[in-house]
């Protein structure tokens, strides 16, 4: 990586940082927040775990998450998410829950495993470390529109889930970490 990439990549995730904490800066205590993201980059083979650019982007997420008030970090059954997750668990010094998917209908498990989440947790801040098809399955669940699954080369998408009470939804899209080869 030159020098000029590294600089115009610390810039464009200083303005990335700058425009997220800006979000939804002015929560309501009922409100709800949910922080769904794919696990980062993984290596191959049955269950496993991140690369070193996976590393690099669980640690990219930390570091976009902490000027947030996370209050709950749940992954599905697969190392990967967690190993996601864990970089911001060791720096806010909370538990990641382990909620496990039904591989078998793995599109309805979602969808109950988001809404039991949000019932659950209502009014916190809540980060969900899922996959390429279960993450905007779950979106879509909470916002009421179809979101397409992700591409599998697809690790740098961010979906942000505002649920206030009355029933009024907003969903915001960012980008964190470096770009991934989709772009």
């Known amino acids: 990586m030159t020098a000029l990439s590294t600089i115009r990549n610390f810039l464009l995730l200083t303005l ?5 904490s800006g979000v939804f800066a002015q929560e309501s205590a009922d409100t709800t927040v949910v922080f769904l993201v794919r696990h980062a980059e993984k290596q ?9 650019e996976g590393r690099d982007r669980a640690l990219a997420l930390r570091d976009m998450l902490l000027s947030y008030d996370v209050e709950v970090l749940v992954a599905s ?3 990967r998410t967690a190993e996601t997750l864990l970089p911001l ?7 990641v829950h382990v909620r496990p998917l039904d591989t078998a209908d793995i599109a309805t498990s979602a969808r109950a495993v988001v809404r039991a989440l949000v019932e659950e947790f209502q009014g916190q801040t809540i980060v969900i470390a899922g996959h390429s098809n279960t993450i905007p399955v779950m979106a879509s669940a909470l916002v ?11 690790y740098d998408k961010l979906l942000i889930v505002r649920a206030a009470p ?3 939804v907003q969903l915001v899209v960012r980008n964190y970490g470096l770009p991934d080869p989709v772009e």
């Open 16 to 20: 990335l940082l700058t425009c997220a």
């Open 44 to 52: 191959t083979g049955q269950d496993p775990s991140l690369t070193d």
């Open 77 to 79: 059954q697969f190392k």
């Open 89 to 95: 668990s060791e720096m806010l010094g909370i538990e």
């Open 144 to 154: 009421g529109i179809e979101i397409t699954e992700f591409d599998e080369r697809d």
């Open 166 to 168: 009355g029933g009024e």
